[in-house]
């Protein structure tokens, strides 16, 4: 028997990622090591350490790892304005593709996406709103 609601909400997710993918900016390793004036090997390992201490995230699409560019600042160092929500996000259970698709999203406590807001206080308003209802 086919599952219809699994194979509808794999299309659903496949086309919400396909909508990110295309439509929000991000970098890959090669576009990273290049704005950080590195070696690919060296901007991996920067992701990974940045990853394990929960203050980036980064999604894999088309086999290739994609960065959300907002969570960087113009030298690609990690935007301060963002870290907090990133870490509470990624502690609050949320994946990177999760994460993405909440920060490009309208939210409804503070009436814009959370990336027009970056810099402000309704930024944290957004995050504590979801982690702590």
Same mark, same amino acid.
């Given at each position: 028997?086919?599952?219809?609601?699994? &194979?509808?909400?794999?299309?659903?997710?496949?086309?919400?990622?396909?909508?990110?993918?295309? /439509? *929000?900016?991000?970098?890959?390793?090669? +576009?990273?090591? *290049?704005?950080?004036? =590195? #070696? $690919?090997?060296?901007?991996?390992?920067? &992701?990974?350490?940045?990853?394990?201490?929960?203050?980036?995230?980064?999604?894999?699409?088309?086999?290739?790892?994609?960065? !959300? =560019?907002?969570?960087?600042? *113009?030298?690609?160092?990690?935007?301060?304005?963002?870290?907090?929500? $990133?870490? =509470?996000? &990624?502690?609050?259970?949320? /994946? +990177?593709?999760?994460?993405?698709?909440?920060? #490009? =999203?309208?939210? !409804?406590?503070? /009436?814009?996406? !959370?990336?027009?807001?970056?810099? #402000?206080?309704?930024?944290?308003?957004?995050?504590?709103?979801? &982690? /702590?209802?």
């Amino acid at each position: 028997m086919l599952d219809r609601v699994a &194979v509808e909400q794999a299309r659903l997710v496949r086309l919400a990622r396909d909508y990110l993918a295309a /439509n *929000e900016l991000s970098i890959d390793y090669d +576009g990273l090591a *290049e704005g950080r004036a =590195s #070696t $690919v090997l060296a901007a991996r390992q920067w &992701v990974k350490r940045q990853r394990g201490a929960g203050r980036l995230f980064v999604v894999d699409y088309g086999g290739r790892s994609l960065i !959300p =560019s907002f969570q960087l600042d *113009e030298v690609f160092d990690l935007d301060e304005r963002v870290i907090g929500a $990133v870490e =509470s996000l &990624v502690m609050f259970g949320m /994946n +990177g593709w999760a994460i993405w698709q909440w920060f #490009t =999203s309208e939210n !409804p406590w503070i /009436n814009a996406r !959370p990336i027009e807001v970056i810099g #402000t206080d309704e930024l944290a308003v957004a995050v504590d709103q979801l &982690v /702590n209802g």
